[in-house]
């Protein structure tokens, strides 16, 4: 078996906590990293607090393969990320050369002000994620990769941080979406289960204007078993409602 | 002063983590809570395994003053929320009467198989919360609420949660939005941070086609200093730019 390949998301920011915000960043890289075969473990959103970050990134860099950070390394006093990272591996942080002239690409010289001087301090030993938005970078420093909380900038780092990451094998999936109410499946599904290890079976009820169903994923690595798999769960439940299965497995 | 209320988020659920699914109860429930004056400390999505969701839920519920669960309190194999909530408090879970009774307001008696009677598992000492939606009801132990994931029925759910929870003074805020780039401001509201400590001043970027700008949030709990603080802002940055503050502090 390959080694699993691990991720956390950790969250940085007073705003999503406080409901002014809602964020769509944890979503968009759950599903990025599924497509390359990471396994997201967990997901944590922490206030604009330095011992919180860093209590939070340590124990989850300890725990999974990586961690990526999203929030809290532009210009303002509130913008604590980028020191909280060096303070969590012991190492210090000053202004980074490289990032200085990632900045100076958009941000004519004299623009250039101590406020926005603050976002090329990177800890030191780390490596910048180049932004092709606003061009202030993120960076990764041994397994943490840092990015901003603005999504469409938050995207252009995924694109570069995804190259630079060990993927896995795909694990893929396949959804039969059904009318039928769950409560009158769950031992055909339990059985299912029970008789096949190596594909995880959910079963996600939804509840909409039609009434109630049940959305059945089926997930694993192998497609020929996930498709078995599926063919007796459509053949077990047929006689119970209507049964959409996906036409492709993905 | 008085004491401060908190509160923690766990997501449970494999579905969140995949992508596959994106969240939606998390910023919900956060907006929620911030109008009753509670404050959200943490959210935390954890994949569908005892021992993650039993290790979570003891960590939260001793760190914070509540704790709100999502998912995985449905009738299929992959709902096994009530009962790690069980073995974390060290109770037993039985089938609850009160519980299959609410189930037989909207399940024929006929229908309700053993799936189904897997919902109205309780654990011992525990309050049941009703559910209007589907009836099938979430439960609350010491600390501990417990909700169904499907926004419609965990909305539901919340309504009834937030009367029996203690409440705190509302955070009050009042947001200014304004075209000028965070960096241009940003000793300014540091400067006025570092001279109001009883206001929370956030400055939270955007991007869109119309450029850069920003919307600087002040938050507490006395909207007369919240008004002092947001007046200062918006004279010392009306040279800058243009700035929209919200008609009211709420």
Redesign the interface.
């Known amino acids: 078996m390959s080694k699993e390949i691990t991720a956390g998301i950790l969250v940085i920011g007073?705003?999503?906590?406080?409901?002014?915000?809602?964020?769509k960043n944890?979503?968009?890289?759950?599903?990025?990293?599924?497509t390359v075969g990471i396994n997201?473990?967990?997901?944590?959103?922490?206030?604009?607090d330095e011992t919180?970050i860093i209590s939070a990134l340590n124990e989850m860099r300890n725990n999974y393969t990586y961690v990526l950070t999203t929030g809290g390394i532009?210009?303002?006093?509130?913008d604590i990320t980028a020191d909280c990272v060096a303070k969590a591996f012991g190492v210090e942080i000053s202004e980074n050369d490289e990032a200085i002239k990632m900045l100076l690409e958009r941000?004519p010289a004299a623009?250039l002000?101590?406020?926005?001087r603050?976002?090329a301090r990177i800890p030191h030993g780390a490596k910048l994620v180049e932004n092709k938005?606003?061009k202030a970078p993120g960076f990764q420093l041994g397994n943490v990769f840092v990015m901003a909380g603005?999504p469409?900038?938050m995207q252009a780092m995924l694109d570069v941080i995804i190259t630079r990451m060990e993927t896995g094998t795909k694990?893929l999936?396949c959804t039969i979406k059904t009318n039928i109410k769950?409560?009158?499946?769950?031992?055909i599904?339990?059985a299912i289960?029970e008789e096949n290890h190596s594909v995880?079976?959910?079963?996600?009820?939804?509840?909409n204007d039609t009434g109630?169903g049940a959305n059945v994923?089926c997930?694993g690595k192998d497609a020929s078993v996930i498709k078995k798999v599926c063919n007796e769960i459509v053949a077990r439940l047929s006689s119970y409602g209507k049964l959409e299965i996906d036409e492709e497995i993905k």
Chains 1, 2 share one sequence.
């Open positions: 007073d705003e999503i906590l406080s409901g002014r915000t809602k964020d944890i979503g968009y890289i759950a599903e990025c990293l599924t997201l473990s967990e997901a944590r959103v922490v206030p604009d919180r532009g210009p303002t006093h509130d941000i623009d002000n101590e406020s926005r603050r976002m938005v606003s603005v469409s900038i694990l999936s769950e409560g009158d499946i769950a031992p599904l339990r289960q995880t079976i959910g079963s996600y009820p939804f509840y109630f994923v997930r």
